[in-house]
């Protein structure tokens, strides 16, 4: 006689969502602990005020525990919106990593002339604010040259819309494609860290000792920030405003679907 093999049983509403508050929280804890750390070692090495690193552990806390808030409206559902919102804490942890820690927190702490300082910042944060600009429009002709790939993402049926848990995969080959990495200022960051002690030396009589490892971390900081913007853009795009626009438009909720 042979034995029926059972199919094993579909996930339990809310079980993504388990995993995810658990990957935002815990992960995100330990990425932004890691940008407080250099954040701390930014600190010593330019004499500045032990209060910068001291917020800086503060508000990786508060994002820990805002994270576990914000998920018990969403604890036993499968709602998009809330894997949305636990993306964006995970990025928010990158960015505290690679965006304040290695980039924001030298150029606005450390000792340097202000027009260099301001130069930089303002360069560079236009920069990012230019590439949502520029994700935000890709987003739109990705969806208006692929005519059905709206509705492959979000499918509707009698009771939800159905997200398909492919579809971030999809908008990002339907887009433009815009690789930071291939920029020239990346590969100048590989050739230059091997010389941190040189640069650092180098630079010594323009802006102090200790430069050289930090601005070595801008070089690397620069692509990661403006591939992560493409990131942010597309969670909030895909995952947030689109699943309370469907919702609020046909009344039903946007589910994430395996």
């Not at 090495?45 to 994270?67: G, Q």
């Not at 492959?152 to 492919?166: D, K, L, P, R």
């Not at 493409?230 to 909030?236: K, N, Y």
Request: positive net charge; glycine residues 6%.
């Amino acid at each position: 006689m042979q034995e029926k093999i059972l199919a094993p049983a579909p996930p339990s509403a809310g079980s993504h969502m388990k995993a995810m508050v658990r990957a935002a929280s815990f992960g995100g804890l330990f990425l932004s602990l890691v940008g407080t750390l250099i954040v701390w070692a930014a600190v010593n090495s330019f004499h500045c005020s032990a209060l910068i690193w001291e917020i800086s552990l503060a508000l990786n806390l508060v994002a820990f525990v805002m994270t576990w808030i914000l998920y018990l409206p969403f604890k036993n559902t499968d709602k998009l919106l809330g894997h949305g919102l636990m993306s964006l804490f995970m990025l928010f942890s990158s960015f505290w990593l690679f965006g304040f820690a290695m980039f924001y927190a030298y150029f606005i702490f450390a000792p340097m002339n202000p027009y260099a300082r301001a130069g930089v910042l303002t360069v560079v944060t236009g920069a990012l604010l230019y590439r949502v600009y520029q994700i935000v429009l890709d987003i739109r002709e990705a969806f208006r040259k692929n005519k059905n790939l709206f509705d492959q993402m979000y499918s509707v049926n009698a009771i939800s819309i159905t997200y398909n848990g492919e579809a971030y995969g999809w908008l990002q080959k339907a887009r433009r494609e815009r690789n930071p990495f291939t920029s020239i200022h990346a590969y100048a960051a590989m050739i230059v860290s091997p010389f941190v002690l040189t640069l650092d030396r180098l630079l010594s009589p323009l802006l102090g000792h200790g430069h050289g490892v930090f601005i070595v971390g801008t070089f690397f900081a620069v692509p990661i920030l403006l591939w992560g913007v493409e990131l942010f853009v597309q969670t909030i795009v895909t995952m947030i405003y689109y699943p309370i626009k469907l919702q609020q438009s046909t009344g039903k909720p946007v589910l994430l679907k395996d």
